[in-house]
């Protein structure tokens, strides 16, 4: 089982999108997923429109248990969209968990997959700045996949990201413990392509620089937004062609 994370440390920068894309693309393609919406805004949970088995029975509850051995298979419900996609929701109060100083939460998460049957795991991670929820997501994940667009904030939200990522590595380190969390790279989504403003051409260069950004560039399609208000699958639409192409490839090189 492969554990992936999308991060930035900012907001508006295609994360949901690329945590959701990669779940569903993979999901298509016969592979058992699990997407883990551990965002308290619930964006991907809105998204694909589910909602949990009963109320309360969302990510949140993992994160409040101190013995959460299997809980992801409990939570998890059926997409809608893939026989082989499920997702473990979110609510808005799963960000009390920020305040929560309990012993060991930040390896609940991880504690929660245990026997889990799937294939492959999403967990579209919150813009924070590392934070319990963060530190969770570090813990349960083998690979990280930076999300940006190509704007100031999205080298920000990459950048802050991968400190928080380098710190994690570090006091890992500290501790004698093995920290296997391997970066995949940075998905730059929502690109215009024919009218590419100096600033977000810069900012591409830049991303390239890192010799971390992945090809290709998720192009910029009204469809996307469209149908994440009515919880739809854009790869469902001809118009949303080329943006399900683009994170085909990326899928290829970023889940084993």
Excluded at 52 to 65: F, N, R, T, Y
Aim: proline residues 5%.
């Amino acid at each position: 089982m492969q554990t992936i994370m999308v991060y930035s440390e900012s907001g508006g920068v295609s994360k949901t999108t690329t945590a959701v894309s990669i779940a569903a693309v993979a999901a298509s393609q016969g592979r058992k997923v699990v997407l883990i919406d551990l965002d308290p805004r619930a964006a991907a949970t809105k998204w694909l429109n589910v909602a949990p088995k009963s109320e309360g029975l969302h990510v949140g509850a993992i994160l409040a248990d101190t013995d959460p051995e299997g809980w992801a298979s409990e939570l998890a419900v059926p997409s809608g969209w893939f026989e082989t996609l499920r997702i473990i929701p979110s609510s808005r109060n799963v960000s009390n968990r920020e305040a929560d100083n309990s012993d060991h939460l930040e390896t609940r998460l991880k504690a929660s997959l245990i026997g889990l049957d799937t294939d492959l795991v999403v967990i579209d991670c919150p813009n924070r700045q590392g934070g319990p929820l963060t530190q969770s997501a570090l813990n349960a994940s083998d690979t990280v996949v930076y999300a940006a667009t190509a704007s100031g904030d999205g080298i920000d939200g990459f950048e802050g990201a991968r400190m928080t990522v380098d710190k994690f590595r570090l006091n890992r380190k500290r501790l004698g413990a093995p920290a296997v969390l391997i970066e995949a790279g940075i998905v730059v989504g929502g690109v215009k392509e024919t009218i590419m403003s100096r600033p977000a051409k810069a900012a591409i260069d830049e991303l390239r620089e890192t010799g971390m950004m992945l090809t290709p560039l998720v192009p910029d399609r009204a469809i996307v937004p469209e149908v994440r208000l009515t919880g739809e699958w854009y790869g469902n639409y001809r118009k949303g062609a080329p943006v399900l192409a683009a994170y085909e490839e990326i899928v290829k090189k970023v889940v084993r």
